[in-house]
């Protein structure tokens, strides 16, 4: 129940950030302001979705971890804080940045000096989280086999 809960949390959190960088680039590169304007907002809006996941995420893989000792359960906690702070320190506070100056059309070197770092904050956490994933699915492995070898 909760490694269900565990595992959805996660995998959604990865989809909405990958799915926040794609759109972004498709906007950016290809598409007007206006459309540019409307992702962002959207990206705003989406917060309120995966902030909480991301609390759902790392809650439960705590709660999963309790009084556990393994070297990718330890790599795992360690990553965890890095991914909220990143999330909570540098990212909401750019989507939030970015919508504002879209909404207002301007489209300036502010604005792209502040979606680049964006965009590498973006990156940095979908690889962290990727890399919780791999640790968390690898972990899986080795604890079934566990089990069967102790049968
Ligand atoms: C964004 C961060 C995270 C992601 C993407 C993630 C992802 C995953 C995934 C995909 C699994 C495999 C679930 C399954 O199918 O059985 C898993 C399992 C697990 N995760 Fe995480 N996780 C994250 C954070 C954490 C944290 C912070 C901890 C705490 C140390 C943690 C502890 C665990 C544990 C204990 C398991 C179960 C391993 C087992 O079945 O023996 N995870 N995680």
Known sequence: MLTNLHRSAALLAFLFIATFMVSTLIAELFLSHASVAEV????????????????????????LARGRVAALINAKRRRMPLIALNGLLVLVPLAVFLNLKAAQGEFDSIFYGAQGIELIAG??????????ARDGLRQRTWSSAAAVTSD
């Open 40 to 63: 962002k907002q959207a990206i705003v809006s989406a917060l309120f979705v995966l902030v909480p996941l991301l609390m759902m995420t790392g809650g439960s893989g705590f709660a």
């Open 123 to 132: 990156a940095l956490n979908l690889w962290l989280i990727g890399l919780n």
